[in-house]
């Protein structure tokens, strides 16, 4: 098992730009498939991207491609997620995911770590 632990958010008007890191113990990082996942209020928990072992592969959800991007350092046992011209649905609760595979996922399901979540609010 690994422990995820994300920082980053917080509160951004509508156009701007925000960095989530997710920082890993307890594990190989580069063992790790990352992805991430965000929640809205009333509504169910949705992938945002993922991105395989080495950082060769990433895959977005299209509400978000050409905005956000996702990047791993697996010195630093470190996932981000760049996230430019945010817009006020994309506020969310942002969780970081973790499953040991060389591989990549887009569904919650796959994965067996998670973090406990950051709040994105983006204001109007």
């Known amino acids: 098992q690994v422990q995820l632990v994300e920082s980053g958010g917080g509160l951004v008007q509508a156009g701007g730009s925000l960095r989530l890191s997710c920082v890993a113990s307890?594990?190989?990082?580069?063992?790790?498939?990352m992805g991430w996942f965000r929640q809205a209020p009333g509504k169910a928990r949705e992938f945002v991207s993922t991105?395989?072992?080495?950082?060769?592969?990433?895959k977005y959800a299209e509400s978000v491609k050409g905005r956000f991007t996702i990047s791993r350092d697996n010195t630093k046992n470190t996932m981000y997620l760049h996230m430019n011209r945010l817009k006020p649905e994309d506020t969310a609760v942002y969780y970081c995911a973790a499953v040991r595979s060389n591989s990549y996922f887009t569904s919650d399901y796959d994965y067996d770590n998670w973090g406990q979540g950051i709040q994105v609010t983006v204001s109007s």
């Open positions: 991105i395989n072992w080495s950082g060769s592969t990433t």
């Open positions: 307890g594990g190989i990082f580069s063992s790790y498939a």
